[in-house]
């Protein structure tokens, strides 16, 4: 089966710093999203994209957030300025069709743990 | 507002019994629910969904679920639990106007030899 791919698998940085979490989408599909899920917490939406732009975004995906596809195959996740509450896994996920919200292939996470 | 409750942190159950992990929602419209697992530093996967149609959704790995609307629940469940279930398992819920998925806290399910 095709896969996300996410990397670092985990990254530590020091509070105040800037971030880039990469992933990969599978490759023919058109949308794509960020999640992070905090140690012991739910699954949390941050963003999702399409055709070059910001589809959706929840509460979390603050000014600090900004999400790009630099080129026909990554998708990125920077933290401009690290907090210690962001330290999180973060999930990429894509999906051929949101729509009908068909299944969401997930990647791996990065594990940012911010000191 | 829409919120997704999976009650039990933890379920517990041997090897070739049947198992059930619990989910409850509330959304305003129509719901479109999900199921996910995590796996040891794995990302999510997806097991199955109900967006319409048969009540009895059959998914991946031998788990199913059923969608009762007058209950607004989507309980998973597998006729005998293998060791290699055990996981963290989540349900997630959308209603059709609003793509953002919202999730349950999850469920860590341990099956026992």
């Known amino acids: 089966e095709p896969e996300v791919t996410q990397t670092p698998s985990h990254q530590v940085t020091q509070m105040g710093q800037e971030v880039i979490l990469r992933c990969v989408p599978i490759?023919?599909?058109?949308?794509f999203y960020w999640y992070r899920q905090i140690l012991g917490q739910k699954v949390e939406f941050l963003v999702s994209?399409?055709?070059?732009?910001?589809?959706?975004k929840s509460e979390i995906f603050d000014d600090q957030f900004s999400v790009e596809r630099p080129d026909g195959s990554n998708f990125t996740l920077k933290i401009r300025s690290t907090k210690l509450e962001d330290s999180a896994m973060y999930f990429c996920?894509?999906?051929?069709?949101?729509?009908?919200?068909?299944?969401?292939?997930f990647g791996s996470g990065t594990q940012l743990s911010v000191l | 507002a829409q919120s997704v409750a999976q009650p039990e942190d933890q379920v517990n159950v041997a090897e070739g019994n049947p198992l059930t992990v619990k989910c409850t929602y509330s959304?305003?419209?129509?719901?479109?629910l999900f199921w996910y697992v995590q796996y040891p530093n794995r990302g999510l996967q997806f097991l199955l969904k109900y967006i319409t149609g048969d009540n009895l959704v059959k998914g991946s790995y031998g788990f199913e679920a059923e969608f009762n609307k007058s209950q607004t629940s989507f309980h998973l469940k597998k006729p005998s639990a293998l060791v290699s279930d055990s996981a963290l398992y989540f349900c997630a819920v959308r209603d059709g106007s609003n793509y953002q998925l919202i999730w349950g806290a999850g469920t860590k399910l341990i099956i026992k030899p």
């Open positions: 490759s023919n599909h058109l949308y």
């Open positions: 994209f399409y055709n070059n732009e910001i589809s959706e």
């Open positions: 959304v305003s419209g129509n719901p479109y």
């Open positions: 996920a894509s999906s051929a069709d949101r729509a009908t919200n068909e299944k969401l292939f």
